[in-house]
């Protein structure tokens, strides 16, 4: 008797058999979070964009942080910050986000945004742009909140 023939599964690759579709679909959302231009994450929830309101949609799409933006504006125009830092003073507690720019010493960007905080290791087992000797960090954008949305933005100028 004869055992009848079966369809083959795909080959996964042994991270994916390891860790399982439901980690890649999460790897899925979180390079859906990373994306590198406002029409990017914009296409990420165009229903959430659509519900605000159009002189920031435009300011959104021009990569801008308008005044009174909350969280999820910011990130939508220009993405997740590289640090998040707390600042008290007398009129109250603020929280900063800060977007850093890593490059060499002639001013060359080696890395630039939220996703220099997640890498794959060299064989060392240092990120890239740690082992560039020369590198040097730039804070190109400052934005600080108080209750939830937006009292400024600091931005370096050309």
């Not at 899925?28 to 519900?51: K, M, N, S, V």
């Not at 890239?128 to 730039?138: G, S």
Request: glycine share 8%; proline share 9%.
């Amino acid at each position: 008797m004869t055992t009848p023939l079966r369809p083959r599964e795909p080959a996964a690759c042994p991270a994916v058999r390891r860790a399982g579709w439901p980690a890649l679909a999460g790897l899925a959302l979180l390079l859906g979070a990373c994306a590198a231009t406002p029409e990017e994450r914009i296409r990420a929830d165009p229903a959430a964009f659509a519900r605000l309101p159009p002189d920031a949609q435009a300011m959104i799409r021009q990569g801008q942080v308008g005044i009174g933006f909350d969280e999820f504006e910011v990130k939508l125009a220009v993405g997740d910050p590289t640090r998040i830092t707390e600042r008290v003073d007398a009129s109250g507690t603020s929280r900063v986000w800060r977007y850093v720019r890593y490059e060499t010493d002639d001013g060359v960007a080696l890395y630039t945004g939220f996703y220099q905080r997640y890498y794959l290791p060299d064989p060392v087992g240092f990120p890239v742009y740690l082992d560039y000797p020369e590198r040097r960090e730039r804070e190109t954008l400052r934005v600080i909140f108080q209750n939830g949305h937006v009292s400024a933005v600091e931005r370096e100028l050309p």
